[in-house]
């Protein structure tokens, strides 16, 4: 094994999932989960109970008192909105060690977090069975970046400097300097690491070809088309990636995937999800403060 794909396995096993994120994500697809029992586990992570506290204080829910619990806040936010916040707060806080100055981490979150919710969206309303799945695919499809901004500093930087000139793919550029790895390859890896379920690691490792994953084609495709309107509606694009191009390019085969016509993505329809979006934002307070 070469120095590079070595120190890619010795990382992905450093790197921890949050025990309390993973906790709470098990506890809110459990149906008996009580709100008592959700603000149990979220206490012991002082950070985070703040967070869920300011949130469901922030004038988009227009409580007429202050809520000072925990088990209230969870109540008023409800168990969906919740392990949204939760798992963004915490994957946050937990992969942002050593990056580099130049690394636009407030970016990079804005778009994971929007593409999460965009897929969180499009999963609902074309009927894909498990919509809390969709976002955390969403979510995390770009992990492998963080790491290889975290641990692969100069390379990180030659692939991008390289993938401004727009005469390669990223994933040719990757491929030279991550000996043949892709940071989607690498996000699935950390993923199977994090003892998440397959569909979850299939999405991360396919959502730039989902129609390519052998079992469940769907999600990525779910993830791609969720990037694609975000793409379209110009929210938080991060320069780590040659949309237009690969769009052009996979998007009918991603189509093919979700059952629909190309002429269904027309202005009417991106539209419509900017301003779910931006209800999300509102609901979920996002981007306020530390992320």
Known sequence: MSGIKQKIQNIIQLVPFPAVAMEVVRLVDNPKTSAAKLGEVISQDQALAAKVLK???????????????????????????????????????????????????????????????????????????????????????????????????????QIIQIGKRREFTFEQIERRFLDNSTHYEIGSLLAEKWNFPDQLVEAIAFHHQPHLAPKNPQLPSLVYLAEYVCFKLGLENIEYADHDESFSADLPAVLEVLKLDESFLNDGFIEKYRAKIQSDVMKNQIFSGEM
């Open 55 to 157: 949130v469901a204080n922030s004038p988009f829910y227009g409580f007429p008192k202050q809520i000072s619990t925990i088990n209230f806040a969870i109540v008023v936010l409800g168990f969906e909105t919740l392990k949204e916040i939760v798992l963004s707060v915490s994957l946050a806080s937990s992969l942002v060690n050593k990056l580099d100055k130049d690394f636009d981490l407030e970016k990079f979150w804005k778009h994971s977090l929007l593409v999460g919710l965009m897929t969180k969206h499009l999963a609902k309303d074309l009927n894909y069975r498990v919509s809390g799945e969709a976002f955390i695919a969403g979510l995390l499809h770009d992990v492998g970046i963080l790491v290889v901004a975290q641990y692969f500093k100069k390379e990180f930087q």
